[in-house]
């Protein structure tokens, strides 16, 4: 069904349900979105004659990793929001965006004034105390995240006429019932296992190894005794920081700004929180049930969730901190009470509330000290621009970088040597450089002895580096890394003894043999996993993804076998159990939901590489890379 859907949503599809949407909307225009251009500037993609600017993509990616950094407790950087995939997430975004303004301009689609107005006016956030649209306050929160009022206009039209042209399209698509209930069947399966587990740690006998066995394991496994490749680098930052401790504002200018900017000045209450997520609704209700009745918060979330202290505890955080789903259930809880268990699409969530810090307002004397740094370093991001222009004045003059830096009174500083992660030969990162991994990144693209330009370190102000010596990775000696060598050795043959007990039970239960039987004179425990679904929910903590695939291959009484942690786990399939969809209407009628809204999104995505397609899509890898720096190092 969903394949013949996607064939038929091809360019003439597509075309005519345009042409439909252009008769009902009209021939308005709709102006460029927040951050695109057309022709002129540097751009990291293109899309038509539309352009995205590096200075607005580095801001979306920020605003979406600052979005997402609560649910990972606070901890998620640049680099691991790349690992994650939120850059290209986020240029994806962009891309689909730009593609049907581009589209929806050609064909003369855009969205009237009064519907942007109505819009705008109806975001919480924009709203006031009294709970009306407060133009002083929509202004203060573009200008405090780098945009424009004419520029978010613009991009609400794009959005209402992305919306008018995808959702008119895909609404009212409901996934077939025959299809539902044999998903449903499909997802709901579950399997009832006899297990038992073989650990590397249980592995006996491993004697002290030859040294032609080490000299053999070392020459096999090079790769993981070779030291990257480092680099000597010499760098002089230009940091608006430190400018900004030198520079002094006057009273009155800081009264000023206060009485203009008071709307800032007003806190919003935040919340001390703990949070747990449970993959599965039934562990959450128990694991909730447990802390009302008086269970601690850190223990319960070990034992059900496996999270410990760094990953529960979330600090004080403001309803624009949470997902909106969350935000109710926490910001609507009295203090010490902990939230029914909330689903998102990364599983069910609990928490515990703290501490409430309510909002309110600051005196002057309060907002000065935010005010005087503010205005410091605005001031001292001026200066450096001049002071960045100078140095490559001076350089452009014949002058060292160290040469120039003297002249300038600028710091010149040193690393010995620096790998592709940032990190020094003894494994340690490297704090403060300037540009975070743009800095490795540009360190690893400029050729030794030479110069980089001057670079942007963010809004931290400007650096420039010097390459000194390329370093090759070289294999280590053998001696030097012969204890590592010794560790290896014997963690491979513990695992290798582990693997053989495994696979001998594993033949023996496929020839026949009950997993009872079979274990009897091993120092090995065969027990019951919870009754297992094909998503891991149930006895899943006892698999991996690809054991939980074979176990759902296995005819009853036969066994599969899995690496599993730090050893290899054997399952016996006892019985399956197959859902009726008819005995859960209210599980069937969600599932229903779920497959029409995939159903509506999928034919939105053909529709949105159609207006790709058409338009013409450039992306420059190159600018993202120096943005963000190198991936794959």
Same mark, same amino acid.
């Given at each position: ?292 009745? %008086?269970?601690?918060? #850190?223990? *319960?979330? =070990?034992? /059900? !969730? ?8 979330? +600090? $004080? &955080? ?87 830096? %003297?002249?300038?009174? #600028?710091? *010149?500083? =040193?690393? /010995? !040597? ?8 003894? +494994? $340690? &990162? ?108 149930? +006895? ?94």
């Amino acid at each position: 069904m969903l394949l013949l859907m996607r064939k038929r949503i091809g360019k003439i599809v597509v075309k005519f349900f345009v042409f439909l949407l252009v008769l009902g909307f009209g021939a308005w225009g709709i102006q460029d979105m927040l951050g695109y251009q057309v022709g002129g500037g540097g751009a990291v993609a293109e899309v038509g004659e539309m352009r995205l600017g590096p200075n607005q993509f580095y801001r979306e990616v920020n605003q979406e990793v600052a979005r997402m950094r609560p649910l990972f407790g606070g901890r998620l950087d640049m680099e691991q929001a790349q690992k994650l995939g939120l850059v290209d997430m986020v240029l994806n975004r962009q891309l689909d965006s730009m593609a049907t303004t581009v589209t929806a301009n050609e064909l003369g689609v855009a969205i009237s004034d009064g519907l942007v107005r109505a819009e705008i006016q109806a975001e919480p956030m924009f709203k006031g105390l009294a709970g009306n649209f407060d133009a002083q306050r929509f202004r203060s929160l573009l200008n405090s995240n780098g945009l424009t009022e004419g520029s978010y206009v613009q991009n609400v039209r794009a959005e209402l006429a992305s919306r008018q042209l995808l959702g008119s399209v895909s609404a009212g698509i409901v996934a077939p019932r025959v299809w539902v209930n044999a998903i449903y069947k499909f997802r709901e399966e579950k399997r009832n296992t006899d297990t038992v587990f073989v650990a590397d740690k249980d592995s006996g006998g491993i004697t002290e190894p030859t040294n032609s066995q080490l000299r053999a394991h070392f020459n096999t496994n090079e790769a993981a005794y070779t030291a990257p490749e480092y680099r000597a680098v010499t760098y002089v930052p230009l940091d608006a920081d430190e400018v900004a401790k030198e520079i002094s504002i006057a009273e009155e200018t800081l009264r000023e700004a206060f009485d203009q900017r008071a709307d800032e000045f007003i806190t919003e209450e935040k919340r001390k929180i703990r949070q747990m997520i449970v993959a599965d609704e039934s562990k959450a209700k128990s694991a909730h049930k447990r802390l009302t009745e %008086g269970a601690d918060f #850190l223990v *319960v979330a =070990k034992e /059900v !969730a496996g999270q410990d202290a760094s990953a529960v505890e979330l +600090g $004080k &955080v403001s309803k624009e901190d949470l997902l909106p789903e969350l935000s109710g259930a926490v910001f609507d809880a009295a203090k010490g009470k902990v939230t029914e268990p909330t689903k998102t699409a990364l599983g069910w969530h609990i928490f515990e509330i703290n501490d409430i810090t309510l909002g309110g307002s600051m005196s002057f004397a309060e907002a000065k000290v935010q005010l005087k740094k503010e205005m410091s370093r605005e001031k001292a991001i001026d200066g450096l621009y001049e002071l960045s222009n100078k140095f490559e004045d001076a350089l452009g003059g014949g002058s060292s970088l160290e040469e120039a830096a %003297g002249v300038l009174n #600028l710091k *010149v500083r =040193k690393l /010995v !040597a620096i790998d592709r992660k940032g990190l020094d030969r003894a +494994g $340690k &990162v490297i704090e403060a450089l300037p540009g975070g991994q743009t800095f490795v990144a540009l360190a690893f693209s400029t050729e030794e002895t030479t110069e980089s330009s001057m670079t942007e370190a963010g809004d931290s102000g400007f650096y420039i580096l010097r390459v000194d010596k390329v370093m090759k990775p070289v294999l280590r000696p053998f001696e030097e890394v012969r204890p590592k060598v010794v560790d290896a050795w014997k963690a491979e043959q513990r695992r290798a003894q582990a693997e053989t007990r495994a696979k001998a039970i594993l033949d023996a239960v496929n020839g026949g043999k009950t997993l009872a039987n079979v274990v009897t004179t091993q120092p090995l425990k065969p027990k019951a996993s919870n009754p297992l679904m094909r998503d891991g929910r149930g +006895g899943g903590a006892d698999f991996d993804a690809a054991l939980i695939t074979d176990v759902f291959k296995l005819t009853v009484g036969k066994a599969a076998m899995g690496r599993v942690g730090d050893g290899y786990r054997v399952a016996v399939l006892k019985s399956t159990e197959v859902p009726d969809p008819a005995v859960d209407k209210k599980g069937t009628d969600e599932l229903a939901k779920t497959l029409s809204r995939s159903l509506q999104g999928d034919i939105s995505s053909q529709l949105r590489t159609a207006f790709r397609g058409a338009a013409g899509v450039t992306v420059y890898r190159q600018a993202i890379d120096a943005l963000f720096g190198a991936r794959n190092q």
